[in-house]
């Protein structure tokens, strides 16, 4: 298989994210100003906040602003993603003024928008989750059993923890693609790991704290990688120190269309773990790929969506982020033209067949009380096969 298809999966979304990240304004404009439409409520209580990850259309100041805002009127949730801030938090470092001023303009934007805020530190490369994130020059090739590396990273995620105060912290991202790929840098990973949690959670008992796992790659199915058998024996690794099972997922790379998704593809992780779900990014592309990488319409990502509302609701998850609510413009060229068509209202903002569900979901009242003794409920109607869960791991 061509070189440039092996890592394509675990790269796309990432790097995505990553050269939006390079490329926004340093200090968006927070709109403490702003002021949301009411939203009605119709339909059934839901357990999960519903949201989208900051990554704009475009590259301006404006299209970042307009992400908090598509948030904030079809959900209550925001992702913002980046690298560790190393250089900040190295021995007798100073926390750099862009990293300050992009923190503290994020949490504003957010508070004046009801936001809950999810932070993902991605920890390793994506271009390759062998080697760490973003390193000085000075480090490079070093990995976290570096002790400045690794005080460092639970520098930072105090630091978040402290100053944006989000309700979700993932300390790295699609952590099993590291597993395959440098199992030293992964078991060095858990270790530090461990240490983040530990003091995250001291500083700030109420943050759920997590890694997330990359689905199709935790399931061994990637169509141009060796399969594997699933590796659900890695949850177990992290001992007790998961507040939520998190995954990536972006099955229309791994499946030409939505009904080849096989039955249970989500609703099997209930027989693994008893852990709270959260789908930390998920993604269903409305176009055709190049190459052979998908074949998707927008009906075949309509009918995802709906598969997904209903595995959401059957599962009972926290968090359901769908990685970017409208196409990428900026994504014009190999590799990111693949994701291109990710969002669920195009380039110009015009809703595809997806959204109108999306919508409706979004109507729905957050109530995970009533949601979650209505989904026992129907479970135990026995309106669908309901698999015994294993009891999350160290609890």
């Known amino acids: 298989m061509p070189p440039n298809r ?50 704009p259309s475009d590259l301006t100041n404006k299209a970042y602003v307009a992400a908090f805002n598509l948030a904030t009127e079809f959900g209550e949730a925001l992702l913002l993603q980046r690298p560790p801030a190393w250089q900040s938090f190295l021995p007798n470092a100073k926390v750099a003024d862009v990293v300050r001023d992009q923190t503290l303009s994020d949490r504003e934007a957010a508070r004046a928008r009801g936001l809950s805020l999810f932070v993902v530190l991605d920890v390793f490369d994506p271009a390759s989750r062998d080697r760490l994130n973003g390193l000085p020059a000075e480090y490079r090739g070093r990995q976290l059993d570096d002790r400045d590396l690794r005080q460092a ?16 912290l993932a300390i790295g991202n699609e952590i099993n693609a590291t597993f395959e790929r440098n199992p030293a840098a992964y078991a060095q990973f858990l270790t530090a790991y461990a240490e983040v949690y530990d003091a995250v959670k001291k500083a700030s008992p109420s943050t759920k704290v997590f890694t997330t796992f990359q689905y199709e790659e935790l399931l061994g199915v990637i169509p141009w990688e060796p399969p594997h058998a699933p590796r659900w024996e890695l949850i177990g690794q992290f001992t007790e120190r998961l507040d939520l099972f998190a995954i990536t997922t972006y099955p229309s790379f791994a499946f030409q269309v939505a009904r080849k998704v096989p039955p249970l593809y989500y609703r099997q992780i209930r027989e693994q773990t008893a852990l709270p779900i959260a789908f930390a990014a998920v993604g269903y592309s409305s176009t055709q790929g190049r190459d052979g990488v998908n074949s998707s319409t927008p009906p075949e990502q309509r009918r995802f969506v709906q598969r997904l509302f209903e595995d959401a609701d059957w599962l009972g998850v926290e968090l359901l982020i769908w990685f970017a609510g409208r196409d990428l413009n900026f994504a014009i060229g190999p590799p990111h033209d693949l994701i291109a068509g990710i969002g669920l209202r195009d380039g110009q903002d015009q ?45």
């Not at 990273?153 to 979700?168: G, I, M, S, T």
């Not at 096969?385 to 609890?395: C, F, L, Q």
């Open 6 to 55: 092996r890592l394509l999966l675990t790269v796309l979304l990432a790097a995505a994210s990553a050269l939006a990240l390079a490329c926004r304004p340093p200090e968006p404009a927070p709109g403490s100003d702003y002021r949301a439409a009411e939203r009605p409520t119709a339909g059934p209580p839901r357990a999960y906040q519903l949201g989208f990850s900051a990554t």
């Open 153 to 168: 990273l639970v520098a930072d995620a105090l630091f978040v923890a402290r100053n944006q105060q989000p309700e979700f």
């Open 351 to 395: 809703p595809k067949e997806a959204w109108p569900l999306w919508v409706e979901a979004s109507r729905r009242p957050l109530d995970r009380l009533i949601a979650e003794r209505n989904r026992q409920a129907a479970l135990a109607g026995g309106g669908a096969a309901t698999p015994t869960p294993r009891p999350a791991p160290g609890r």
